[in-house]
């Protein structure tokens, strides 16, 4: 697996077509997790910009906890990212 966002986009495993036996894409915690760190943008400052607490942003960035869904959004538009609905 490759560290790269395909065009900045998270997408679900499900709406590429592959079902839960099928790891060959990065989860969305995965995805953020990589646009976090390779942002080059501190903790201290996504925290200030999206009303993430910094503990919160290092609890996730470490995989200690995962974010809530509000988080989750706060922080795919920070980082420029979109969530797409998976297809059914």
Do not use: C, W
Not at 19 to 29: D, E, L, P, Q, Y
Not at 77 to 84: N, Q, R, V
């Amino acid at each position: 697996m490759t560290e790269e966002i395909l065009d900045r986009t998270i997408v679900t495993p499900q709406a590429l077509g592959y079902n839960s036996h099928m790891a060959t894409r990065k989860s969305i915690s995965e995805q953020l997790r990589a646009a976090l760190k390779h942002s080059g943008v501190s903790r201290y400052e996504v925290a200030k910009q999206t009303t993430i607490s910094e503990s919160q942003l290092s609890r996730f960035a470490n995989m200690k906890s995962q974010l809530s869904l509000d988080s989750v959004d706060k922080l795919a538009k920070y980082l420029k990212l979109e969530l797409h609905p998976k297809n059914e």
